[in-house]
């Protein structure tokens, strides 16, 4: 059972419940989560916190429970121990578009959103993912990248304070990918709200986060600041040192690099 409901996490309060000014605002506070699947924990005390605003990249290997941690943090998956707290306003998108076919393209975006959202609100967030004249097009007439961005303007027009992402680029081709990753950089950096982002690619991590956490036997096993500068290069060193430690971190031999090589985990 959960032993908290999610609630809003905005400026932490100290003990006595006064609020301390100078904190940065937590989006994401996960305490002693565990979450058990016929009596096996695939989370085990989990502690995670994330920053209000701050991009998140989250790595491991398959079957670790990335996904299981995510759809917890989206109030999809209830039945845990341990304290989660995350904002109200958050948003999930999947690795599979999930549109439903017999919807026109800004329904979709609009769909499971309280009393009557207009139009307009769709539009806004189709245009914000270069989709706006797609609006009226049926969910099977998208190329597989526009699919994925109708998805994210599902998730941007919930407005989120935090914005869980799994594996939303896994589908697609090298060049579609890179622009996708890059159309999640621009949302982030305009929106300013928290992302928790899963891949299996150490150079999209490395690209995008402000930190890379790395998950295994259930817990938060490994975390890296990535201070690089943005918009990041690949061909940097230092980025290249950042994507084998993690690689390593992974146990996964990093190949002989040539710079942009590409490094996928699992
Ligand atoms: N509903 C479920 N019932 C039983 N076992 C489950 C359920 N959901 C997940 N699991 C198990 O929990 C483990 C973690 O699954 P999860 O989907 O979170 O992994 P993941 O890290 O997201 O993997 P991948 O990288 O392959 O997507 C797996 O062993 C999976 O079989
Ligand atoms: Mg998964």
Do not use: Y
Not at 233 to 251: S, V
Request: net charge positive; with cysteine; glycine share 8%.
């Amino acid at each position: 059972m959960a032993t908290d409901v999610h609630r809003p996490v905005t400026t932490p309060a100290v003990p006595d419940g006064t609020v301390r000014p100078h904190e940065p605002a937590t989006a994401v506070r996960v305490d002693g989560l565990t979450r058990a699947f016929d009596g096996r924990p695939v989370i085990d005390r989990l502690h995670l916190d994330v920053r209000a605003g701050e991009f998140v990249a989250l790595l491991g290997r398959s079957g670790c429970g990335k996904s299981t941690l995510l759809r917890v943090l989206a109030g999809l998956d209830r039945d845990i121990e341990g304290t989660v707290l995350v904002p109200r306003r958050k948003a999930v998108a999947f690795q599979a578009p999930r549109l439903m076919p017999w919807k026109r393209v800004w329904r979709n975006v609009l769909l499971g959103l309280p009393g009557k959202p207009e139009r307009a609100r769709a539009e806004g967030a189709l245009a914000e993912v270069g989709l706006g004249h797609r609006a009226q097009a049926w969910p099977k007439t998208l190329s597989g990248g526009e699919a994925q961005r109708a998805s994210l303007a599902r998730a941007l027009v919930r407005e989120p304070d935090l914005l869980l992402l799994d594996e939303p680029f896994g589908a697609l081709d090298a060049l579609t990918r890179v622009k996708a990753q890059r159309l999640v950089d621009e949302l982030w950096q305009r929106r300013g709200c928290a992302v928790l982002l899963v891949t299996h690619d150490v150079e999209e991590a490395v690209l995008l986060a402000d930190r890379v956490l790395v998950m295994d036997e259930g817990v938060i096993a490994h975390e890296q600041r990535i201070e690089l500068p943005r918009s990041r290069d690949i061909a940097d060193p230092r980025f290249a040192a950042l994507r084998t430690g993690l690689l390593e971190r992974l146990g996964v031999e990093a190949p002989a690099a040539s710079p942009g090589a590409k490094a996928d985990a699992a």
